[in-house]
């Protein structure tokens, strides 16, 4: 998979996913790719389940955070209405992961999503669709100044 432009640039904010001020969080870094965006991630001791697995909870997050970045990175900011994740296989901790994101339908006020977590031989650990509902203008504005550096 190719590396190209990163897609979330402004990462100084709390966000759990991608933000870089939170101590706890996953700080990705999402890129644009031939399959929409992705990010590489290697869970840690502090992101364990089961003994030696990633949590299913962190799995989530990830889907998640790659969706909406790519519903981003497709042009509009939109919260998450909907997702279901199906568990592929289990997620040693301490193995590089790639999480990837795509709008699979755009239906004005709803965009659809699918997520994949990947492990470094690109098999499909991992998969999600979410349902995103677009923010108002009003929101749209503040947060594109906000996570995005820019001004509507």
Known sequence: MSQGERVNTATDHGCFGCGEQNAIGLKLRFHRTDEGIAASFTPAEQ??????????????????????????DAGTLAVTARMEVEYRRPVPIGQPLTVVGRVERDRGRVVQARGELRAPDGELLAAAHGRFMRVSPEQQAEWSERYLGERE
């Open 47 to 72: 992101h364990e389940g089961y003994t030696h697995l990633t949590h299913g909870g962190i799995i989530a997050t990830l889907l998640d955070e790659a969706m909406s970045w790519a519903v981003i």
